[in-house]
Nanobody
């Protein structure tokens, strides 16, 4: 049974930063491409950042240059550093595999960007 536990969200002013963490249990993280997803109210969940087992990364256009995904396989943890946050980044953030076949979703962590 895979468990995903996200943390690090909060309320931040525009231009601020947050670092999200996702601890994966029940699988060896090193074998998987992982992603950070977000879902804003009334919108579909979208993949915003992806990292491969070889640490290749890619990002959706709206977060390029502002977000950085990374991983620590020894800690079975994936991170998302978010800088220059904008109100449109407000959403529930989740991690999961970056693949067609996903694990069960965790609770996510809420990010709110507002002045």
């Amino acid at each position: 049974q895979v468990q995903l536990v996200e943390s690090g969200g909060g309320l931040v002013q525009p231009g601020g930063s947050l670092r999200l963490s996702c601890v994966v249990s029940g699988r060896t993280l090193a074998f998987y491409s992982m992603g950070w997803y977000r879902q804003a109210p009334g919108k579909q969940r979208e993949l915003v950042a992806r990292i491969t087992p070889g640490d290749n990364t890619n990002y959706t256009d709206s977060v390029k240059g502002r977000f950085t995904i990374s991983r620590d396989n020894a800690k079975n943890t994936v991170y998302l550093q978010m800088n220059s946050l904008k109100p449109e980044d407000t959403a529930q953030y989740y991690c999961n595999r970056a693949a067609d076949s996903l694990w069960s979703w965790g609770q996510g962590t809420q990010v709110a960007v507002s002045s």
